[in-house]
C-alpha cells in the first residue's frame, strides 16, 4: 500500500490535509479493488438483497415517543400562533371601532359648529343640512337602485318633516334681524323698586 510504502521509504508528510485525504482514497480504491475479486472467488455475496430490512438503531417505541412529542409540539405552536392571530384581530377591531367613534364624534361636532355659525350670522346658507356622508351602499340597496331604475321611484318616504335648507329659509330666504328686535326688556321679569322709609310710612298713615 501506498501509505506503508511511504512510510518505509521513510517520507515526511507534511500538514497538508489535501494530500492526506488524496492518499487515504486511493488506499482505499486499492483495497476494495483487491478484495471484491477475493470474496466473489470464495463466493461470499458483496450486494444487500432487495427484501432486506436493516435493523434500527432506536426500538419502535422509543422513535413513537419521538413522534408523539412532535405532533404534540405542534400543536402546541399552532395554538399559540391561533390565539396571536385572535388577539390582533381584537386589537384591530378595537382600533376600527375606535376610528369610527372618533370620526362620528366630529363628524357631530362639525355639524353643530355650522349650526352655531348660522345663528351667528357667519354663515347664509344651509348646505350642510342636505350634504350627508358617502355611504358604501349594501347588496339591498343596490338591488333597491336597480329597481327603482326599471320601474320606477314611488316618492320619498322617510325624512319628509326633516328640515332642508328651503324648508327653513322659507320662499322669501333668510329672514333678516330687525333694528332693535331683542333689546326690549320683557315686563313680567321687571323688578320693583322698594320705596324709601319716609315714604312707606306716609303711605300707612293716609291708609
Same mark, same amino acid.
Given at each position: 500500500?501506498?501509505?506503508?510504502?511511504?512510510?518505509?521509504?521513510?517520507?515526511?508528510?507534511?500538514?497538508?490535509?489535501?494530500?492526506?485525504?488524496?492518499?487515504?482514497?486511493?488506499?482505499?480504491?486499492?483495497?476494495?479493488?483487491?478484495?471484491?475479486?477475493?470474496?466473489?472467488?470464495?463466493?461470499?455475496?458483496?450486494?444487500?438483497?432487495?427484501?432486506?430490512?436493516?435493523?434500527?438503531?432506536?426500538?419502535?417505541?422509543?422513535?413513537?415517543?419521538?413522534?408523539?412529542?412532535?405532533?404534540?409540539?405542534?400543536?402546541?405552536?399552532? $395554538? %399559540?400562533?391561533? #390565539?396571536? +392571530?385572535?388577539?390582533?384581530?381584537? =386589537?384591530?377591531?378595537?382600533? /376600527?371601532?375606535?376610528?369610527? &367613534?372618533?370620526?362620528?364624534?366630529?363628524?357631530?361636532?362639525?355639524?353643530?359648529?355650522?349650526?352655531?355659525?348660522?345663528?351667528?350670522?357667519?354663515?347664509?346658507?344651509?348646505?350642510?343640512?342636505?350634504?350627508?356622508?358617502?355611504?358604501?351602499?349594501?347588496?339591498?340597496?343596490?338591488?333597491?337602485?336597480?329597481?327603482?331604475?326599471?320601474?320606477?321611484?314611488?316618492?320619498?318616504?322617510?325624512?319628509?318633516?326633516?328640515?332642508?335648507?328651503?324648508?327653513?329659509?322659507?320662499?322669501?330666504?333668510?329672514?333678516?334681524? $330687525? %333694528?332693535?328686535? #331683542?333689546? +326690549?326688556?320683557?315686563?313680567?321679569? =321687571?323688578?320693583?323698586?322698594? /320705596?324709601?322709609?319716609?315714604? &312707606?310710612?306716609?303711605?300707612?298713615?293716609?291708609?
Amino acid at each position: 500500500f501506498q501509505l506503508a510504502e511511504a512510510e518505509k521509504q521513510n517520507k515526511v508528510f507534511d500538514y497538508d490535509e489535501l494530500k492526506h485525504e488524496s492518499v487515504f482514497y486511493r488506499q482505499a480504491q486499492d483495497a476494495v479493488l483487491t478484495g471484491i475479486p477475493k470474496l466473489h472467488s470464495l463466493g461470499i455475496p458483496t450486494r444487500r438483497p432487495e427484501d432486506y430490512f436493516a435493523e434500527m438503531s432506536k426500538s419502535d417505541e422509543h422513535m413513537q415517543k419521538v413522534k408523539s412529542m412532535l405532533i404534540k409540539k405542534k400543536a402546541v405552536t399552532e $395554538r %399559540v400562533e391561533r #390565539g396571536r +392571530q385572535l388577539r390582533q384581530q381584537r =386589537k384591530l377591531q378595537k382600533a /376600527l371601532q375606535a376610528q369610527s &367613534r372618533a370620526n362620528k364624534q366630529n363628524a357631530i361636532k362639525e355639524h353643530h359648529d355650522e349650526i352655531a355659525k348660522f345663528r351667528k350670522g357667519k354663515r347664509k346658507d344651509l348646505e350642510f343640512l342636505d350634504s350627508k356622508p358617502n355611504k358604501k351602499q349594501t347588496k339591498s340597496q343596490l338591488k333597491r337602485n336597480y329597481r327603482d331604475t326599471k320601474f320606477g321611484f314611488g316618492g320619498k318616504k322617510r325624512g319628509a318633516k326633516n328640515n332642508t335648507r328651503e324648508s327653513t329659509m322659507g320662499e322669501e330666504g333668510p329672514r333678516k334681524r $330687525r %333694528v332693535g328686535q #331683542g333689546t +326690549q326688556p320683557n315686563k313680567k321679569n =321687571k323688578k320693583k323698586i322698594r /320705596l324709601g322709609k319716609s315714604r &312707606r310710612n306716609n303711605m300707612k298713615k293716609s291708609k
